[in-house]
């Protein structure tokens, strides 16, 4: 199938647009046998994220907001050391083999990967990645419900098997009106999409076997000799990873935010999702049956797709450059991957008219919510989504978002910034480009520009308390320093940490951060008070935002204080899903009373 007669952007907004009508429509509806998935399962890092994950699912389910007749699971990673997707995978065939036995082998099965604690994305920490709320639809759509939509169409044209994807990433694509994507090969089938050098620094990239085809087509099948994971530009050229346009336009491709594709220059082929055989999969679970228990990171992607293909060499085996920790186990247990999935092919789905988008950080979220990016148009991505925010006229140009919230008509709300999940009353004003999730400000308040404001509901000693974090969107919350000497490399707020700790007035002592004491982080500094109500938890942590820009002295010894590690441990998810419901009963009851008006 050639590409489409209509311009690729259109074809690809169209293309999105038909998966999404097409998930509406089974949205609360019992399905049928092999019209959608079998089995979903998402992954969580441990029992608190279980529960959260399963209270979640069964809240929509009763809601129907998901298609009915599926099997939903939340698999949770084993306690001890981290595994990484590659670890929560092998742990996830377990679990599909002690649930369903050799029922498993006729299944289709989605395994999405939402294991991580989302430190550049913590408005999504407490309650999950894959439950990120987007700003369209009636309930509104979270990530689970729109991958589900992009990958509508994948159950009916797939072999028993695993489809393997993360929960911060969206792949949209076109193939045409008459051709699907099919997963029928033996071993592994991975997607791929056109992008920059710049970009495969920090992807997977394919190194595809020769193609004689002269015409460039929306959806080909193609054969990969390698796999490289996040290469250097010079590997890229050195294995023969990188395209060159030739006599392709550029208009002929799409490149995603994430990609910047300018393709009058080089470009190559980078990673997203990847199927596995049902054989494959036994293959793995037999591995990790055989090794029990593992105490090292492994990358789902980089350690299973770099040992398939003719091409494959055990050279990556012994490189950690790209791991974040290197344990003893590693390259030992690479190597034994390698050798079980040698030789077992890796075949391609290149998808020439489609999109990556990654959505983990704050800037990123702000990027496609918050300003006019293609992601918008291609979603159908709203302004003002489920939510009662009078729309001022002459205002219509505010590139603001406001998501599942009640904002009284005299707030204000810069452009650039997200609400989602909250309540603000007729004084407050949000400066550019913030976050505020999950909260309540009824007093009169002043959000400074770029700030990050996300409260949690927590039970401590059978008391319901609460605790809001506030910071930067811009702080590194994962940049960690080994001793309290170091902690003046931490910032606040664009300010120097150990400067933020004399305004509040707080000792630089061990009992500053929770957790590991070799690894101090504002993730794990002890900072943010615990309050009463809701109201007063944001307030109070406002005050320490603004005391900071303000440099004025604001003293946080008499409060109790938490980290944001520690919120996560102590979170409620049922009070602060009780929270989102109380608002959505208010909009829904105040949409009807207009109707009727």
């Not at 990188?242 to 990609?259: E, I, K, M």
């Not at 991957?337 to 990654?358: A, E």
């Not at 939510?387 to 919230?405: E, K, R």
């Amino acid at each position: 199938m050639a590409a489409a007669s209509a311009s690729p952007g259109v074809s690809l907004r169209e293309a999105t647009q038909r998966k999404l009508r097409r998930f509406s429509e089974l949205r609360g509806k019992p399905v049928a046998a092999g019209e959608f998935w079998d089995v979903v399962a998402i992954t969580a890092a441990d029992e608190k994220q279980e529960l959260a994950y399963k209270q979640q699912l069964s809240e929509k389910l009763k809601k129907r907001e998901l298609p009915l007749g599926v099997q939903y699971h939340v698999f949770v990673d084993p306690a001890g050391a981290k595994i990484g997707n590659g670890g929560s995978t092998l742990c996830a065939l377990r679990c599909l083999e002690k649930l369903y036995g050799d029922k498993w082998n006729s299944f289709t099965i989605l395994l999405i990967h939402s294991g991580g604690y989302s430190q550049r994305l913590p408005n999504a920490s407490a309650l999950g990645k894959i439950f990120t709320a987007f700003p369209f639809g009636n309930p509104i759509y979270q990530m689970l419900e729109l991958k589900l939509a992009m990958y509508i169409d994948f159950p009916s044209h797939m072999n028993p098997g695993i489809l393997v994807t993360c929960a911060d990433d969206i792949e949209l694509y076109s193939t045409g009106e008459s051709e699907f994507i099919r997963f029928d090969k033996p071993g592994f089938t991975a997607l791929a999409h056109p992008s920059s050098l710049t970009v495969g620094t920090t992807h997977g990239v394919f190194v595809l076997e020769p193609f004689n085809c002269l015409e460039r087509r929306d959806l080909e099948y193609r054969c990969c000799h390698r796999f490289l994971h996040k290469p250097s530009i010079e590997k890229m050229h050195q294995f023969n990873a990188v395209c060159r346009p030739g006599n392709v336009s550029q208009q002929d491709f799409a490149g995603g935010d994430t990609t910047s594709l300018i393709l009058d220059r080089e470009y190559v082929y980078t990673d997203s999702l990847f199927y596995m055989d049902h054989k494959s999969a036994r293959t793995l679970l037999a591995f990790y049956e055989k090794i029990g228990i593992l105490n090292c990171e492994i990358d789902a992607y980089g350690d299973f797709l770099q040992a398939l293909g003719p091409g494959a060499t055990v050279e990556y085996t012994r490189n950690t450059s790209n791991v974040t920790k290197e344990e003893s186990e590693l390259v030992d247990m690479r190597q034994r991957i390698f050798d079980l999935l040698k030789g077992t092919s890796l075949n391609v789905v290149v998808l020439n008219n489609s999109k990556f988008y990654h959505i983990g950080t704050t800037e990123e979220y702000l990027f496609h919510f918050a300003s006019d990016s293609s992601l918008k148009s291609e979603l159908g991505l709203q302004s003002i989504a489920f939510s009662i925010f009078p729309v001022i006229p002459g205002c219509s140009d505010n590139t603001s978002c406001i998501i599942h919230s009640i904002l009284d008509s005299s707030c204000s709300v810069a452009p650039g910034s997200v609400v989602e999940y909250s309540r603000l009353g007729p004084d407050v004003s949000v400066g550019e480009n913030c976050i505020i999730s999950g909260s309540y400000v009824i007093t009169a308040a002043v959000l400074p520009a770029d700030s990050f404001v996300c409260s949690l509901s927590l039970k401590m000693n059978g008391h319901l308390k609460y605790s809001t974090m506030a910071f930067g969107v811009r702080d590194k919350l994962k940049k960690n320093v080994k001793t309290l000497s170091d902690i003046k490399s931490l910032q606040f707020f664009g300010v120097c940490f150990l400067s933020c700790l004399d305004i509040w007035n707080l000792k630089v002592t061990e009992d500053l951060f929770s957790g590991n004491k070799t690894c101090l982080s504002l993730w794990n500094a002890r900072i943010f008070p615990v309050c009463s109500s809701l109201s007063d938890s944001v307030t109070t942590s406002l005050t320490m935002l603004n005391a900071v820009q303000n440099k004025s002295p604001f003293s946080l010894n008499n409060y109790k204080l938490l980290s944001i590690e520690e919120m996560l441990v102590y979170k409620d998810v049922e009070d602060m899903l009780t929270y989102r419901e109380q608002i959505f009963l208010e909009i829904t009851l105040s949409r009807k009373q207009s109707d009727l008006a």
